[in-house]
């Protein structure tokens, strides 16, 4: 029972940044209809700023918590003009194309992580920690800043979920995302929705990776794993469908959790391919999967 506790509580801490990034992915594929490969390098981004920002700050004599609060607003920023930028000049001319769209992404993945590579070096930059020590809870031992973190994300995920539900921007989006034409027959600036819709999702794929910095080895490669795992997250809970995602990103963190404990991270990740292929076999356009 201690064992179960634990790993559902591990598995929640994971889940919670796997939401955030998957919620970037399925939200630009929801309004644009293509799959952005390079969402990974844009929450990398934001992560090797923060991971920069803050020991530079605290050396001034701020503190930690209030250096990874200024360097997490700077990262999100950085990285969400990174991404209007991006979309502009590349993705706005391969909307609803996913060959097109494959192609531009694949070559931004590998232009930008070379890049950030040349600019911030292959080593690990790790982050001053936020809060020290441990929380016990009926017996489970958990860190304090992996809680402080997991708590703003799931704070951050719901007040997401319910703009796109209840406000007038988000009402735009979902229709967009059903039908794009019907919706500019209705008068829904399409490519103002677009544009502000790949860039909601640039800045969630930013404070997803700002979050996981303090407790992540973070190197211009960090997103590549994210990415993987994000994408199949996505695809279990149905491509452009937002409770989809979370449920898929729950579904990753928990087998992740449960395997790499009882056996090791390499099964951990082969049973998540080999349940996600089985699953897909069954119902191939996920579990809340647009018809």
């Known amino acids: 029972?201690?064992?179960?506790?634990?790993?559902?509580?591990?598995?929640?801490?994971?889940?919670?940044?796997?939401?955030?990034?998957?919620?970037?992915?399925?939200?630009?594929f929801g309004v644009l209809r293509i799959v952005n490969f390079a969402h990974g390098q844009f929450f990398t981004?934001?992560?090797?700023?923060?991971?920069?920002?803050?020991?530079?700050?605290?050396?001034y004599g701020l503190p930690v918590w209030a250096a990874y609060t200024i360097a997490c607003l700077v990262g999100v920023t950085l990285t969400s003009v990174f991404g209007a930028i991006v979309y502009e000049l590349g993705f706005k001319r391969v909307e609803r194309d996913m060959i097109g769209s494959f192609i531009l992404s694949v070559g931004l993945v590998l232009v930008?992580?070379?890049v950030l590579l040349k600019m911030f070096g292959g080593g690990v930059r790790p982050v001053p920690p936020l809060v020290e020590g441990n929380i016990d809870f009926l017996g489970v031992s958990m860190a304090s800043q992996r809680l402080v973190l997991c708590v703003v994300a799931v704070g951050l995920t719901i007040l997401f979920t319910r703009a796109l539900g209840s406000t007038r921007f988000g009402?735009?989006?979902?229709?967009?995302?059903?039908?794009?034409?019907?919706?500019?027959?209705?008068?829904?600036?399409?490519?103002?929705?677009?544009?502000?819709?790949?860039?909601?999702?640039?800045?969630?794929?930013?404070?997803?990776?700002?979050?996981?910095?303090?407790?992540?080895?973070?190197?211009?490669?960090l997103g590549d794993s994210y990415l993987v795992k994000g994408f199949i997250a996505v695809v279990i809970g149905g491509m452009g469908s937002v409770p989809g995602a979370i449920l898929g990103s729950l579904f990753i963190a928990f087998v992740e959790s449960f395997a790499g404990?009882?056996?090791?991270p390499s099964v951990a990740n082969l049973a998540i391919f080999i349940l996600v292929m089985a699953f897909l076999l069954v119902r191939p356009k996920g579990l809340l999967g647009y018809d």
């Not at 981004?45 to 050396?59: E, N, R």
């Not at 404990?261 to 090791?264: A, K, T, V």
Request: proline share 4%.
């Open 45 to 59: 981004l934001s992560a090797l700023i923060t991971s920069v920002a803050v020991p530079w700050l605290a050396a």
């Open 171 to 221: 009402k735009a989006l979902r229709a967009v995302s059903i039908d794009h034409q019907a919706a500019m027959l209705q008068g829904i600036p399409y490519r103002r929705i677009a544009f502000l819709g790949f860039l909601a999702a640039t800045a969630v794929g930013a404070v997803a990776g700002s979050l996981i910095a303090p407790v992540s080895a973070v190197t211009p490669t």
């Open 261 to 264: 404990f009882y056996f090791d």
């Open 1 to 28: 029972m201690h064992n179960l506790l634990q790993l559902s509580l591990t598995a929640l801490q994971i889940g919670a940044v796997y939401i955030l990034f998957s919620l970037g992915l399925t939200l630009i």
């Open 112 to 114: 930008i992580e070379g």
